[in-house]
Every structure is written in C-alpha cells, then in structure tokens.
C-alpha cells in the first residue's frame, strides 16, 4: 500500500507540495504531544480556540458558535469509531446515518442534502432517485484513521459551501506528516490494530512520515477483513422469516499518500493522492428457499465501492502581516467515485437458469476552488473580509449490466417484461457548476459582530447520447438540458458577552441542485410502469434560523443551539394522471402499472434544540454529555417527516490517570413516535464501557479494550427499519442492532 502511494505522488516529485498549513500557521494543543489521557496519538492543531484542524472557510466562520464541533483524531481513537454507525452513537447524537438510504443524516436530511466534503472536495451522494436503489451511496468511502479530524456544521446554510447545505456540512480532514511526527523528531510511525467481535472484523492502519528542512512526505494505508454485522435475531435458516444477519465477507483497503513542501515568506504546496476500495459478497438466505426460485446457495449479492483523488493544494499565511492578502487557499482536484451492486444467482421455477445483474453508477470530477482573507478598517470598523469560488466538472455514468434465459422481445405483462437489464436508466450526464461567494466579519464593538454573507451558484447538466441509454426499454428520445442559478445569503451576528460566554443569532438560505438522475431517469417498460426524472426541476431551497449560546472552554464548557429550518420544492416521486402521462409522452394504456415522475412538492419545516456540555470536576474525573431533538413535518398534509430521527442523547463519565483511565458511555433515544412509518422503534438505553492502559516501560504504546451494549439490550435504529416493516412482521428481529460485543486496540507511535 505504501508503494501505491508513492507511485501516486512520484510524477509530481518535481512539483512542491505542503504538510498542512493548520500545522504552522496555528498554535498546537496539548493534545499535540501528550492527551489528557496521557496518550501519544496524532497532533492536533487548534484554531480560534477550537480543536478543528480544517481551513475551510465554511468551517472556521461557525467556530464561534453551537453551530460547529469538532471530533479529533483522539476522540475517534478513544471512542473506537471506525464507521459513521460509531460516530452516530459515541459522539455526535444529531448526526446518523441511514442504511435504508445509505447516507447521512444531519438535522432531519440525509442523502444529497447534506454536504460531505474530505480536505475541502465535495463527495457526492451518489443514488439513482427510486431505481435500483442498491447501488445509492458513496459518502463512507474514507478510511476514520486516516482523519486528524471530523467537523460538524449543523443548519441551512449554502453561503459559502453552495449547493447540498440543506441539513448541514460534514467536513474531513487527513492526517499532515506533522500529525504523525512528534515534537524534536523528523520522522514518525504510526500503527493503530483493532479488532471488533460485532462483525469479526480486524483493521490495520498505518502512518509512515519524514521531514527534510522544509520537505515533508506521509504514506498511510489500512487494511480491513470483516463479516456481517450481528443482529439480536435468533432464527437462522432461510426465506422471510430470517432474523440472523446474513452472512457476508468483506474487504476494505485505502491509501493516502502526501508531499509537501514549504517555502519563504508563508507559502505551501501539497500535492495528495488518495485510493479507497470496499468489496463485499453476501449470500442473501433471506431470498432464497428449498422449494422457490432461488434455493439455498443460489443467492449472492455483492458490493463494491471506490474512491480515487489526486489534489493539488497551495496556501498562503504570510509570516508577516502587511501584504496584499492575510491568507488564501487555491486547490485543483481530480476525482472518481463509483458504487456496483450486484446479483449473482441461479432461477429454478420462474425463467429458469442464471440470473446475473450489475447495477453501476460513477461520477468523475475535476474542479479548481480557492478563497482568499483580508483584514482592514473601514470608518474605525474593523472588518475581516473573506471571499472565494469554484469551478467544477462532472461526468456522470449509470449502467445495468445482466445476464438470464429472457427472450429478447418479452411479450408484454410477462414475468421478463420488467426485468430491465443491459441498458443505461439514465443518459451520461455533463455537468458544469460556477460559484462566487464572499463574507464580512464587521466588528461593530469590541464585543458585537455582525457577520453578511452571499453566494452565487450557477449549474448545468447536458445529457449525453449512448448507447445503453439509446436501449433502454421507455427510450423516448434524449432529454433536453437543465440549467438554474442561486443566490443563497446569510446573516449571523455575534455577541461575546463575556471572555467564555458569547451569544449568535442567524439567518440564511441553502439549495441542492437536481442530480442527474432525478433529471433524466426513464426506468420501466410498455406492458408495465415507468419511473421518469424530470428537466424542469427547480433546486431544493431552505431558510433557517437559528439562535444559540457558546460558553467555557475544555474544562468547564458548552452550548445550546435552537433552530427552525424551512425548506421548499423538495423533489419526490409522484404518480401522474392518465392527462399528465399523455403529456409526458407515456400513455397510461401503454403503462398499465403507472407512470410515476419527479416533481418539486411544497414545503416542510424542521425545528429543535441541541444542547452539549462538558466539565472535569476533579483532577482525574471528566464527564460529557450531548442531546438532539428535533421534530420535521410536511407543511401540505401535516405528515411527519421519517427522515427525522427521535430525540436522542449521550452522556459520558471518564477517570484518566498518566498512565491508564476508563469511559463509560450512555447513549439513549426515546420512541420514534413522530413518523408515518408503519414501525415505531422503541425508547432504548445502551451502555459503553471502555478502558486503556499506557505502560511507562514502552513509551508511545497504548492498549485499549472495549464493551459495547455492556447489558445486551434488544434496539433498533429507527432510521435502519424499512417503513414497510411493522410490529407484527416475521422478521423485525432482522433490523436489530448488535448485542453485546467486544473490541480491541493496540496503537503504538514512535
């Protein structure tokens, strides 16, 4: 893996590059060297007193509020997360992630409607919009020990970040070489082994780094070997009524490969490639019975998901104040993403023979963003002017591949006449995004800031003709092109009350553009139904306020946060009329099953609170505690919203000592009683207990050990349990999350 690495970033050895310009331009926390806990792990850098080691602006512009909080490189370690599950449930309770959707939730949205972005590039949620909805995903395509740290900024807010803002930002940020090397040394080790009984995963994840005057590489690779996920069923065998997790093996791998290099007078060049690749197979018994279709060993599913990215990243802090500008950012990128689904299985009954399907969606990227910071008086008022934008490129691809014993002209409403395979579902899309944006930090007093911001956004997507979309069985002609523009502004304003106490208040607006699949798709077939996308879709639109407190500091602090987000023209499938069908050039005599398209509904709103705090009370004792609840309907029917979980919360208490200390974590949720799903996931309570020793005789070597669900309490996740799932149902037991289980950690760092 390290060689992959090398070979990424070798061709650009003649080109500068940099470690992280957070690492010298800001101070380091004591968590740099030495944590609280005593343990040596991966600096930690800290800017305007927050422990974020992120430089995008859309980051460091919420540190003085609720709004934004940090998880470091030290928390991930200490709280054993190593997938968005664990982060959900060990440190962030309003941030989830849904399996039924495959993506994260942030303030009641998930899929595309929360921005994900890693070293300041946006990954895309890829999803098909309804059609083969196994192949949706894309946003856990990253390895959590290669981060330094994982920001949150909660609210609608597309100022600076532009289109996906809806819910929130979840920004990440990679491991520099000046993480990995400790202080006085130019050279750094870094191995960190876990094993988890949950899925009988083992992970391996390691960091080699060098510095030579003001050269800088880092090589870091992981590799992962695991099972399914246990479930709290206890009926095993095969068809419905399965409650056991089916079995499943997976592998996952990454490489992260960076070269730096630092220059006189503030400037850095970092040149990062980054490969990640998860592949799974899954004998599906659930599918599969002596007597139907597909019979005990004649189901395999599989998965596989990859992520390359090659960035090109130059920053600017001068050493001294005085010159045209007070710090920027220029970054170029280029990157892939791609998700496969597929089905590997043999047909006994029904269109006997084998049965083979493998359902791709990837999106390419090229883009080139950057900001700028300037600082300056204007009629005795101190400003701190920040601007920026960015252009992009996409080229979208979805393709179905398959094989079975259909004919090639099914007779319509035959059993072959809905399998739609060999056929793109929508056309290649081209996309082109312009955005320009700028902020002003306005010191009214010394004490009030009121902060402007504004942000324009300009998208197109142009179909492509293919040759799989030109098969598609509803093929009607190409679509046209879509295009739209948004102006997204904000308002905060700032009130330190006191040294550790400061107040804010907010206002601003955030979109999501279509995706090209909600655009364009044309899913079905004459003799049965077809699912259409729609060019005249506007962009999804929000408007949040919000109003907060943010107080103390790592001893004794907090913050409350409450807000109420109102969205419009989100878009969802609706099934048209025999007159709306007609138009759209599928008569309903010709579909007989429907004919559903996209279309902009009208709008919801979403408000709660968040509250979080934290004290160490002793010298060794500390305690922390974080709540989410929230509460989202649709404004038209008064329908609860069931992408919004229930209120949820976690409280912790820790002991540390130099050399060894303890955790005990409790994380509870109510009733999921605010939903229109057919389930409602009960209140549950489950308790953490962790513990880690660091042995004075081996210095930089750290054990950790873990039980999770300590009383092997039977919950699910209301976000994980299907809407078509109730309380009555044969196999609920199935979506149950893991009972008691067990991991374990050995990191060393040298």
Request: negative net charge; glycine residues 12%; aromatic residues 12%.
């Amino acid at each position: 893996m390290a060689g992959t690495a090398v070979l990424l970033i070798s061709p650009f050895a003649a080109s500068a590059a940099k470690a992280q310009s957070a690492a010298k331009s800001t101070t380091e926390s004591a968590a740099g060297t030495e944590t609280e806990s005593g343990a040596v792990l991966p600096k930690i850098v800290v800017t305007s007193g927050s422990a974020s080691a992120s430089t995008s602006p859309a980051v460091t512009a919420k540190e003085g509020t609720a709004m934004a909080t940090t998880t470091t490189a030290e928390q991930i370690n200490d709280r054993f997360i190593d997938s968005w599950q664990d982060f959900s449930s060990r440190a962030e309770p309003g941030v989830n992630f849904s399996t039924t959707t495959n993506s994260i939730n942030v303030r009641g949205l998930d899929q595309g409607n929360v921005l994900t972005t890693i070293d300041g590039i946006r990954i895309p949620y890829l999803g098909e919009g309804g059609a083969r909805t196994g192949s949706n995903g894309g946003l856990s395509t990253f390895d959590f020990g290669a981060l330094s740290t994982i920001d949150i900024v909660r609210g609608a807010d597309s100022s600076i970040a532009g289109s996906g803002a809806m819910g929130g930002i979840v920004a990440l940020t990679t491991l520099s070489a000046d993480d990995i090397i400790r202080d006085g040394r130019n050279f750094g080790f870094l191995t960190k082994n876990t094993y988890s009984s949950a899925n009988q995963s083992f992970v391996t994840s390691n960091a080699i780094a060098g510095r030579i005057n003001d050269t800088s590489v880092l090589v870091q690779g992981s590799y992962t070997n695991g099972h399914e996920t246990e479930t709290m069923g206890t009926v095993g065998g095969y068809g419905t009524t399965r409650t056991e997790a089916n079995p499943m093996d997976y592998d996952q791998y990454s490489v992260l490969g960076k070269l730096s290099q630092r220059f006189e007078g503030g400037h850095e060049l970092t040149l990062t490639g980054e490969v990640f690749k998860y592949d799974s197979t899954t004998d599906v018994m659930t599918s599969q019975s002596l007597t139907g279709n597909y019979r005990p060993g004649n189901y395999d599913g599989s998965e596989v998901a990859e992520r390359q990215r090659v960035s090109l990243t130059y920053d600017y802090k001068p050493e001294e104040g005085g010159g045209f500008l007070d710090g920027g950012q220029v970054m170029a990128y280029w990157q892939n993403l791609q998700q496969d689904n597929g089905t590997d299985a043999y047909r006994s009954t029904s269109v006997i023979g084998p049965y083979i399907r493998n359902n791709s969606n990837e999106i390419e990227e090229y883009g080139i963003k950057g900001w700028g910071n300037k600082k300056f008086d204007v009629g005795g008022y101190q400003n701190s002017l920040t601007f920026g934008g960015e252009v992009y490129l996409t080229d979208t691809t979805q393709y179905s591949y398959g094989v079975d014993n259909c004919p090639p002209n099914p007779a319509r409403g035959s059993t072959c006449s809905q399998l739609h395979t060999n056929q793109a579902d929508s056309p290649d899309a081209n996309g082109t995004s312009f955005a320009a944006w700028i902020r002003d930090d306005i010191a009214v007093t010394d004490q009030l800031t009121i902060t402007p911001g504004l942000r324009y956004d300009w998208f197109e997507q142009v179909p492509q003709a293919s040759a799989g979309f030109s098969q598609n069985n509803a093929y009607n002609g190409l679509p046209p092109e879509s295009s739209g523009s948004k102006l997204s502004p904000s308002l905060l304003g700032t009130w330190q009350a006191t040294k550790d106490v400061s107040f804010y208040a907010q206002w601003a607006q955030s979109f999501t553009a279509p995706t090209p699949a909600q655009l364009y798709l044309t899913y079905g077939g004459p003799g049965a139904y077809v699912a259409l996308g729609n060019p005249d879709l506007k962009p999804q639109e929000g408007s949040g306020y919000e109003t907060g407190v943010k107080f103390g500091d790592r001893e004794l602090g907090g913050g409350v946060s409450l807000f109420s987000n109102f969205y419009k023209n989100f878009i969802d499938a609706k099934s048209l009329t025999a007159a709306e069908a007609a138009a759209a050039g599928y008569p309903l005599a010709n579909y007989p099953y429907g004919v559903t398209r996209y279309v902009n509904l009208e709008s919801v709103n979403i408000y709660g609170v968040e509250a979080r705090g934290n004290w160490q009370f002793a010298e060794n004792w500390k305690t922390w505690g974080s709540v989410a609840w929230m509460v989202g309907q649709d404004l038209a029917n008064g329908t609860w919203l069931d992408s919004v979980p229930p209120v949820k919360g976690i409280i912790g208490l820790g002991y540390f000592t130099e050399d060894w200390g303890s955790d005990l974590l409790l994380t509870a949720a109510a009733l999921d009683a605010q939903t229109s799903a057919a389930y409602n996931a009960p209140a549950y309570a489950v308790v953490d207990w962790t513990v880690w020793w660091q042995p004075k005789q081996v210095e930089g070597l750290r054990l950790q050990a873990g039980v999770f669900n300590l009383f092997d309490e039977k919950y699910w996740n209301a976000l994980d349990v299907p809407t078509t799932v109730t309380a009555s149902s044969s196999n609920l037991d199935y979506y149950t999350e893991p009972g008691r289980n067990y991991r374990v950690n050995l990191t060393y760092q040298f």
